[in-house]
């Protein structure tokens, strides 16, 4: 039996060394993604509420169509976000409809997110294989796996139809309309 040499020994076994994810898909989780946008929708508050304060008090009103329009975009994103996150933790539907209400309220994704993280319902993968869960058996949790096994479609999807959205809200106005 030979003995390992210096260098073998040093080097960490193939199954110690940290996993790499095995597709690009992999590397952004259901809780990063949500965090990310989470946290994405309370800075684009900042952004339209200091396009306000400039409106109101330097007069330029061209900042709230751009704050606005990033705000508006994001938060259609947030929305997205929280209905595919939440479906695939089995979040129960009322728990989906508050993420996005709390999209509303100023600032308010960031301690929902907080709070959803204390709790464990941002934990795990995605799912992309059925289970013998009630739930894997419904058209939303079908469809569900169909696109997480294509995120490309997944994603491309998803920014065309919030782009779709956020065109028609875009024609139909503001808020309380134009001044």
Not at 103 to 108: I, S
Request: charged share 15%.
């Amino acid at each position: 039996m030979t003995t390992p040499s210096p260098m073998q020994s040093a080097a960490p076994a193939a199954s110690a060394l940290p996993r790499t994810p095995d597709r690009p898909a992999d590397r952004l989780s259901p809780k990063r993604l949500f965090r990310v946008l989470a946290f994405a929708e309370a800075v684009t508050w900042t952004i339209l509420i200091t396009a306000l304060i400039l409106r109101a008090t330097a007069g330029l009103d061209q900042t709230v169509l751009i704050g606005g329009s990033i705000h508006g975009f994001v938060f259609l994103a947030y929305a997205f976000t929280a209905a595919l996150v939440g479906v695939n933790q089995r979040w129960p539907f009322g728990l989906i409809v508050l993420g996005v209400v709390f999209a509303v309220v100023p600032y308010a994704t960031v301690p929902f997110e907080i709070r959803l993280l204390r709790r464990g319902r941002l934990e795990g993968g995605w799912r992309r294989d059925a289970t013998d869960h009630p739930a894997d058996g419904s058209p939303i949790n079908r469809m569900l796996r169909f696109f997480l096994a294509r995120p490309i479609l997944l994603t491309v999807l998803a920014v065309l139809g919030i782009a779709a959205v956020f065109a028609a809200l875009f024609v139909i106005g503001p808020p309380g309309g134009r001044h």
